[in-house]
């Protein structure tokens, strides 16, 4: 059965400083994999997704997250953090199947200082 | 494109009521999902609809949940009679195709028994 893990509920940066959130999946087959995002009040945005292209996936505002087989892992990172990533974040794997549905981590709050 | 809308955004009904969610989907998107967020636990899959069709409804908790897609359109979940863990935040998604597209979520309606 595939899983995702997190590592970290809640992680806190300064602004300008990098951004890592850890993300180890657990799959038998090639796995598509996810980064989403939810603001405040807002549902789930798509922030990036892996499909068996680039092991290195840019997405949106900046972050982007690069698939290691070897380790299997998918984290995210972003050079340098701005307040207004401050959200949580939510990585999630794709199951294989009629379904496709997603497999989501606990999440990770993300926590951005002045 | 108008996204996924989700209503009501938030509910709050006591132990014993029955309750009535709603999600539209985006047009042309033939496929539907719910998901659930209890507090501190990750996301989980509910159900997931192709047009009108429950193609897999292996993550509904139990027989107090009801989803219905008359029509291919719109969905409803209906929680009858809402019990205490039944309380968190229920997600829609739709998406157009399958194969680690991923999915547009709705904002999510928070569901509070009390």
């Known amino acids: 059965a595939q899983s995702v893990t997190q590592l970290g509920s809640h992680v806190s940066v300064s602004e300008g400083a990098l951004v890592l959130l850890r993300c180890n999946y657990s799959?038998?087959?090639?796995?598509?994999l996810f980064w989403y995002v939810q603001y405040p009040n807002q549902g789930l945005q798509l922030l990036l997704k892996?499909?068996?292209?680039?092991?290195l996936v840019k997405g949106i505002n900046g972050f982007e997250a690069e698939f290691k087989k070897s380790e299997t892992s998918f984290h995210l990172t972003k050079p340098s953090a701005h307040m207004s990533d401050a959200a949580e974040y939510f990585c999630?794997?794709?199951?294989?199947?009629?379904?496709?549905?997603?497999?989501f981590g606990t999440g990770t709050l993300l926590a951005v200082q002045p | 494109e108008a996204g996924v809308t989700q209503f009501p955004s938030h509910s709050v009904i006591e132990k014993g009521q029955t309750v009535t969610l709603r999600c539209d989907p985006i047009?042309?998107?033939?496929?539907l999902y719910w998901y659930r967020r209890v507090m501190g636990k990750e996301i989980k899959f509910l159900l997931h609809?192709?047009?009108?069709?429950?193609?897999?409804e292996s993550g509904m908790p139990n027989n107090r949940f009801l989803a219905e897609r008359t029509g291919g359109t719109y969905s409803t979940l209906k929680v009858q009679p809402a019990e205490l863990e039944d309380s968190g935040v229920y997600f829609c998604?739709?998406?157009?195709?399958?194969?680690?597209?991923?999915?547009?979520f709705g904002s999510g309606t928070r569901l509070t028994v009390v």
């Open positions: 047009s042309g998107h033939d496929n």
């Open positions: 609809f192709v047009k009108e069709s429950k193609q897999d």
């Open positions: 998604a739709s998406s157009q195709v399958f194969g680690g597209s991923g999915y547009t």
């Open positions: 892996y499909t068996s292209a680039a092991t």
């Open positions: 999630a794997v794709s199951e294989y199947g009629a379904t496709n549905k997603l497999i």
């Open positions: 799959s038998s087959v090639p796995p598509y």
